[in-house]
């Protein structure tokens, strides 16, 4: 598979504050990757240092097998940063035409790209004249103006109001189709779960994850359960080697499994025991549940 | 380069406010000195016509049109450190290198403007000078004509000077108006420097040593032609003389400077995390 970034040992300090330590992960073309993290994890500064605007302090990154320098790798690349900054005075083509020139690409995409994000209609009004979803859709415009190799955004929804959110998701996926490599950091969960296949989980600069997401975390998944009677049933799933942890809350009993079990074993099980279903949901933990409890057991 | 250059300018001449500026420093030194060179009728009292008083006669005039225009190389400034400013405030020195622009490529598409834009000002006060100076000066042979040719050196070596250390300021401090204000501070230090060097050692050593300073040496190069054209009408005086040429090590030293600001503003930006 064809590797498209490369980091090894990333080392970044700003005075005594270490806000990267030591990470190391591979990025391969056709994925959509997710960087999670809280805010302050280090996700800006990692992407940063690929980026070329952050010097690192230790370690080494490498674009495309290193075939290319960094800023003419960046020219295949397309990167969006927390905020869209764009030459207020200039218009939306205008400011295209600029990035197309740094790019080295010709301008007959502009139009094209700007359709994609729906700014067609507004390409000549001037940049400081945009809400903050079009500025933020007008910076993915220019992010996909040369065809890139992979799309990073950082934190792309941040700031923005349902629907902006709403435009942007609509729009990374339509990328994600395409095939697009896609590098994804955000605090957001739901967002990197619905578009995400893979993901580095990052916490005060330090690797906790790196793989796909459903192999985040060695969970089997739980059963939501009740029954004609749950008395009986909590004393028999407690006595069962294949649960672990079982929570009461509001009728509905939570019982985490220790090992894989179909949901047909299960009710045949209760059945077999005299306890009769009343209701039976078979989950895995959210993206969500899943990275708290990565983050609080370290 | 022409790439650079082409990027710059569109981010400049986009821009209303440096159109405007730009034009000012651009247009009106030549405009000042075409209208100083025509007849004045003075409320109807005198007719001044300094084309009478010889200051247009050649090779004197060269000394005289490149000292006048380069007084309004201040406007410019103001262009160069907002061309910094701006990209600061608008965060679009981090997109342009996201965008894959190196840091190298950055700062020299700002030195190529400079230089481009000094070269046109250097160009336009060559024709204009010559223009006037064939319309009025009494000595018109080529050899008069070129003569004193080397003001227009030192005036394309003085602005490419000037706006590499304001493009170093501009980098430095990242807004323009404090970087306005480290010029105004720097020119201040020279002059404390100055005294404090004469009172120790002597005057003219001091003089000397501040010839070496950046914003004197570039000041150096064009000295003021006020004395000089006092003393053309005055041959005799001697104590008048003093040495307005323009020297070779005067131009290397101003050059070193330019080198030594762009490398330290590449150099600022290499280290600095965005």
Same mark, same amino acid.
């Given at each position: ?27 391969? =073309? ?23 605007? +952050? ?21 295949? #690349? ?5 905020? /869209? ?27 094209? =790209?700007?359709?994609? +994000? ?29 065809? /890139? ?12 109001? /349902? ?36 993901? #580095?989980?990052?916490?005060?600069? +330090? ?17 939501? +359960? ?8 909590? =004393? ?16 509905? #009993? ?5 090992? /894989? ?19 039976? #949901? ?17 | ?29 030549? !405009? ?42 201040? !406007? ?50 060559? !024709? ?21 040719? @080397? ?86 005086? @001697? ?36």
């Amino acid at each position: 598979m064809e590797t498209i970034l490369n980091i090894k040992n990333i080392t970044k300090k700003y005075g005594s504050l270490t806000a990267v330590k030591n990470l190391s992960f591979t990025i391969e =073309k056709g994925h959509v990757y997710g960087i999670l993290g809280p805010n302050g994890s280090g996700k800006s500064t990692t992407l940063g240092i690929v980026l070329n605007v +952050v010097n690192k302090t230790e370690g080494e990154f490498s674009w495309f097998n290193g075939s290319v320098s960094t800023h003419e790798a960046l020219k295949k #690349v397309g990167a969006i940063i927390e905020r /869209p900054n764009f030459y207020p005075y200039m218009t939306a083509v205008q400011n295209l035409k600029l990035v197309c020139k740094i790019k080295g690409v010709s301008f007959n995409k502009i139009d094209e =790209k700007l359709e994609i +994000v729906g700014l067609l209609d507004r390409k000549d009004s001037k940049f400081s004249a945009f809400s903050l979803g079009m500025k933020q859709r007008l910076a993915i415009a220019s992010a996909l103006l040369n065809d /890139p190799e992979i799309l990073i955004l950082d934190e792309p929804t941040n700031g923005l109001d /349902p629907k902006g959110i709403h435009q942007i998701r609509e729009i990374i996926k339509q990328i994600a189709v395409n095939g697009t490599t896609i590098l994804l950091a955000s605090h957001l969960l739901d967002e990197v779960e619905k578009v995400c296949s893979h993901v #580095v989980v990052l916490r005060k600069g +330090v690797k906790l994850y790196a793989g796909r997401v459903d192999a985040i975390t060695s969970s089997h998944g739980f059963f939501e +359960v009740q029954s004609n009677d749950d008395t009986e049933m909590i =004393k028999l799933l407690e006595n069962n080697p294949s649960f672990g942890d079982i929570k009461v809350q509001n009728n509905l #009993v939570t019982a985490f499994l220790k090992e /894989p079990m179909k949901s047909e074993d299960f009710n045949k099980l209760m059945f077999e025991n005299n306890i009769i279903l009343t209701h039976l #949901v078979q989950r895995k933990e959210s993206l969500e549940e899943q990275f708290l409890q990565l983050t609080d057991h370290q | 380069m022409l790439r650079l250059l082409n990027l710059e300018l569109q981010k400049l001449l986009l821009n209303r406010s440096s159109r405007v500026l730009i034009f000012i420093s651009f247009v009106l030194p030549f !405009f000042v000195i075409l209208l100083s060179s025509l007849k004045i009728n003075v409320f109807g009292l005198f007719t001044l016509e300094l084309g009478e008083l010889g200051v247009f006669n050649f090779p004197i005039i060269w000394h005289l049109t490149t000292f006048f225009a380069s007084q309004f190389k201040f !406007f410019f400034a103001i262009v160069v450190v907002s061309m910094i400013g701006n990209e600061y405030s608008n965060k679009t020195i981090k997109q342009n290198l996201i965008d894959g622009l190196s840091k190298k490529e950055f700062i020299m598409s700002k030195f190529y403007t400079i230089v481009f834009f000094s070269l046109i000002s250097t160009v336009l006060i060559f !024709f204009i000078t010559l223009s006037i100076g064939l319309y009025y000066s009494s000595y018109t042979e080529a050899s008069i004509i070129f003569t004193d040719i @080397s003001y227009i050196m030192a005036y394309f070596v003085k602005l490419v000077g000037f706006f590499s250390l304001c493009l170093f300021f501009g980098m430095l401090v990242k807004r323009s108006a404090f970087a306005l204000a480290f010029l105004f501070i720097l020119f201040i230090v020279e002059w404390i420097l100055y005294a404090i060097l004469s009172s120790n050692i002597n005057s003219d050593m001091a003089e000397r040593i501040q010839n070496f300073f950046p914003l004197k040496s570039m000041y150096k190069l064009i000295d003021q032609p006020f004395q000089r054209i006092t003393m053309s009408k005055f041959p005799d005086k @001697s104590a008048m003389t003093y040495d307005y040429a323009v020297h070779s090590y005067e131009i290397i030293i101003v050059l070193c400077w330019t080198a030594l600001f762009v490398f330290l503003s590449y150099k600022l930006l290499k280290n600095r995390d965005l």
